[in-house]
Each structure stands twice: as C-alpha cells, then as structure tokens.
C-alpha cells in the first residue's frame, strides 16, 4: 500500500528566510510524488509533481522540491518565505506498481506560518 | 475556463436527510474523485471514476453513493446523514494534457449535519 507522512503539523518561518515542509513516503514500486497548497476556504492547488527524470522539481510561486529516493522524502522548499505563503501544505503519492483508478493518497497536511 | 465547480458551497442538514452534493467540470477529464476532509485526516478518497459509468470505492465510501452518466458530471449523494459525515467535501479531476495523475480540485462544499 502506498502512504506518505508529514511529520510536522505546523511549521513556522520568519519572511525572508528559506522554509522547508518535510515530507516522506512509502510505495512498493516507483513514486509519482505531488505537493498541493491550500488557502483558507479554498479547494486545493498544484503546485509541483516529480515523475522521472531531475531529482530538484520547480512548480510555482518559487517553490521547488527535492526527491530523494534513498531517503524515500520529498521535502518542499522555498528559498525566501512570504507572507502570502502561509497555508495548508498537502503531500501526496501515486505508487506506480499498484493498479487501480490513478489514486492518489495525501498526507494530513502542514500548516506553514510565515511571520513578519 | 470554468473549470471544476461544486454546489452548494454549504450546506446545513438533519440526521437522516438525503443530501447530494454536485460537482461539474468544463476540461472533459476522464477522471473524478470525492474526498472528505477532516482535521487530523487530511483527505480520504470517498469514491473515484474512471469514466462515465465506471465508479470505483475508495477509503471511507459508508453511507455515500455515487453515479457518473455524463463525463463532466459526478454527483455524490449521502443516502441517510449522519453527524460524522459533517466534513468538507471536495471534488478533483484529472486528464488531458496535464496527464490523469495530476488532480484538480473544486472549491469545496462545507456540510453540517445536525
């Protein structure tokens, strides 16, 4: 069975600093490994999706991620933190050896507060 | 652009009232899913489809049913509410160019059950 575990459930930065959501995750075959960010009252959005290929992923708003297979994690990261990036941070993971309808499964969620 | 829009956006109902929460996309995505998400839970995949007519369970499909006649259509119906499935629902697709593992997501229903 595929899971993924964001091992803190807030995480807090000043603005201008760099920030980091961690993120690990378990799957018997090869990963597709997503990260989502949610405003207040809003639906979920992508940011960023590793597939194959470059182990640093970029996605928007200049965040990128890191995947490092023999740590099995996939941590988010942002060079300079906003303000605006305070949210609801969300991983997820598609095991690619499991069948069965492209079903994702999401880790519980971070929340980030970035601070003046 | 559409895209992917849930109604209501809130809903308050009583124990034991058939609620159906719609969800509608404008890209044509293959696939659709509803998810419920609670504090401490993140989310948790209710049921998914693969196509109009193809609905799968998922994690916690109790108490929820689902149908899927038309592509852009996937409707969830809570057959007899009950205070624990006061949650917010989400819907997601996913398909065309983007590839069908990456998701988008409606903007949520939030239901209370009384």
Known sequence: AQSVAQPEDQVNVAEGNPLTVKCTYSVSGNPYLFWYVQYPNRGLQFLLKYITGDNLVKGSYGFEAEFNKSQTSFHLKKPSALVSDSALYFCAVRDMATGGGNKLTFGTGTQLKVEL | ?114
């Open chain 2, 1 to 114: 652009d559409a895209g992917i829009t849930q109604s209501p956006r809130y809903k308050i109902t009583e124990t034991g009232r058939q609620v159906t929460l719609m969800c509608h996309q404008t890209w044509s995505h293959s696939y659709m899913f509803w998810y419920r998400q609670d504090l401490g839970h993140g989310l948790r995949l209710i049921y998914y489809s693969a196509a109009a007519d193809i609905t799968d369970k998922g994690e916690v499909p109790d108490g929820y049913v689902v149908s899927r006649s038309k592509t852009e259509n996937f409707p969830l119906t809570l057959e007899s509410a009950t205070r624990s499935q006061t949650s917010v629902y989400f819907c997601a697709s996913s398909g065309g160019l983007a590839g069908v593992l990456t998701q988008y997501f409606g903007p949520g229903t939030r239901l209370l059950v009384l």
